[in-house]
């Protein structure tokens, strides 16, 4: 898998507690995770409506060396311990407000 494209109305990635996920866990060969309305230069992008990422959602996604900069939108509640923990691919996360 090389590209996921997320729907706009997405509230949760992995468990409604946050404590389980693991929905993207080491897919190292990601392009992008963007959702349907996005540029097609986007390389990371969440949907306006997420509430709930869960644990390890993230976790060593994209190629090791990337330059990911995440922006979590302020509709999310609940972050998942390692939800983004990585082999070096994101270099910035941002909580919007």
């Known amino acids: ?3 996921v494209i997320l729907p706009n ?3 949760v990635l992995g468990d409604e507690d946050g404590a389980s996920g693991s929905v993207f866990n080491g897919c ?5 995770i963007r959702t349907v309305d996005s540029n097609e230069d986007i390389v990371f992008e969440l949907p306006k409506s997420l509430r709930v990422i869960g644990k ?6 994209f190629p090791k060396g990337s330059d990911i900069i995440v922006k979590i939108p302020e509709s999310v ?3 998942g311990s390692e939800a983004f923990y990585s082999n070096s ?3 910035q996360i941002f909580i919007e407000h």
Do not use: H, V
């Open 89 to 91: 691919c994101f270099s």
């Open 56 to 61: 390890q959602t993230f976790k060593n996604t």
């Open 9 to 11: 109305t997405l509230e």
């Open 77 to 79: 509640e609940i972050i």
């Open 28 to 32: 190292t060969g990601l392009q992008f």
């Open 1 to 3: 898998m090389t590209g």
